[in-house]
């Protein structure tokens, strides 16, 4: 299977599957009116009625702006690979993920960006491990410090011991060998309960700890390793008292707490890496390194949390983030200086018009009486963000955010862009 990049057209016969996907793939979980899709069909209009042939050549299923892998059929022998524009290896997805939740983001809303399916079979697609590794740990270490915060969750557990003292109840055929019968009768094996933080679900969750920081160690040393690296040792102090030795069949019977949001999403996640890591603490090459459970990641809401986390970085406080107006909500509000900002996952803005009905979005916004209140004010400036090829680091930081707004529009009055690249690794 060759992998596809975004937008591009998916090189199945799309008509002979029709039946079975219709208008496309949607992703699941989506609030109502939010179109997301894996993949959509798409007619391509002919320029007039002598290209009907071209248009049925080139219509069919399209790829949306969503990477991953999935099956296309349902007797899952057809994979689907899609990529980012340029491909995925020379991103650093690492830091991409870190800076997302630089922005606050919740684990809830971060868990809407991707999802991952370790129950359909794996697709072979070495193109984008470098994507889901770094995915799962940086969300799972994340999640790791809100429990850490909060502190961790104890319970009864059961232990065995010999004692000077009964404590529990006795183990009647255990002490007799261990003490009755070599004549040691100042002790007394017991089997009782301890209320304690070493549980079962937190030796899960330190054994994967461990494996995430063996992992992010062999990586090249960078701000981002130092920080995810400080962060994971801070979390592991506070499993200082929790055991990290767990075996397989316990790994899997760990049970879900539905009470405990944070620790239902760890517990998920701490299982899916050591599943996807054969259950092996020593080894971090993945059982398969050539292949890939079925998984997605939204890129457009993705590179939003990105750019949402690089403007708190430069301006804290002084960016509000999707603001309730009455024609929708903006990505970003910025009240000193006025402007409104939203993101859009489209390279094209570089050298294309802005399209006619992204221009009356951003209108309408910086027109709403809700955002911006009742005082004349004039034009409030309207600015895309766009990604654009670039090593460039945070393009905000240390900047007046008005001095970004050097060059206007040609076309489009106090309407603005600034290319924000996508963190790429050091190849030198």
Request: charge should be neutral; aromatic fraction near 12%.
């Amino acid at each position: 299977m060759i992998p596809i990049q975004e937008h591009n057209k998916i090189p199945y016969d799309s008509l002979k599957f029709q039946e079975v996907w219709k208008e496309g793939m949607r992703l699941p979980g989506q609030d109502k009116g939010l179109d997301r899709w894996f993949f959509q069909w798409q007619w391509q209009d002919p320029l007039s009625v002598f290209d009907r042939e071209q248009r049925d050549e080139q219509s069919g299923y399209y790829a949306s702006y969503v990477i991953g892998a999935q099956w296309f059929d349902k007797e899952k022998t057809m994979p689907l690979v899609i990529t980012t524009k340029h491909g995925c290896s020379h991103i650093d997805f690492l830091k991409l993920f870190s800076i997302c939740f630089h922005s606050g983001i919740a684990s809830k809303e971060f868990s809407s960006i991707y999802d991952v399916d370790i129950e359909q079979p794996r697709i072979k697609c070495p193109e984008l491990n470098s994507v889901l590794s770094p995915l799962i740990v940086v969300h799972f270490v994340s999640i790791i410090k809100e429990i850490v915060k909060r502190g961790l969750k104890k319970n009864y557990v059961s232990k065995a011991d010999n004692l000077k003292k009964v404590k529990g109840r006795i183990d009647v055929f255990k002490n007799e060998r261990i003490n009755i019968i070599p004549k040691r009768y100042d002790k007394i094996y017991c089997h009782y309960q301890e209320y304690s933080d070493n549980t079962q679900e937190n030796r899960l969750l330190k054994k994967a700890l461990l494996f995430a920081k063996r992992m992010i160690d062999m990586e090249s040393s960078s701000d981002t390793i130092s920080s995810l690296t400080l962060t994971i040792s801070q979390c592991l102090s506070a499993f200082t008292h929790v055991d990290d030795k767990i075996e397989v069949w316990e790994v899997k019977a760990v049970k879900h707490h539905k009470l405990f949001r944070e620790y239902d999403d760890a517990i998920k996640l701490a299982q899916m890496i050591l599943r996807r890591y054969d259950y092996n603490i020593t080894n971090i090459t993945p059982a398969e390194h050539e292949y890939c459970p079925v998984f997605w990641v939204d890129m457009s809401l993705l590179y939003e949390h990105y750019v949402w986390g690089l403007l708190k970085e430069a301006y804290g406080d002084k960016i509000h983030y999707q603001k309730d107006g009455h024609t929708g909500k903006p990505d970003f509000i910025c009240y000193e200086p006025l402007m409104v900002m939203d993101t859009k996952y489209i390279p094209r803005f570089d050298k294309n018009d802005i399209d006619t009905y992204i221009a009356r979005q951003l209108s309408g916004y910086a027109r709403d009486r809700k955002l911006f209140g009742d005082r004349p004010m004039g034009n409030v400036p309207c600015v895309i963000l766009y990604p654009k090829e670039g090593v460039k680091e945070n393009p905000f930081k240390g900047k007046p955010l008005e001095s970004l707004l050097e060059e206007e529009d040609g076309k489009l009055w106090n309407f603005h862009r600034i290319p924000i690249p996508l963190p790429v690794l050091n190849t030198i």
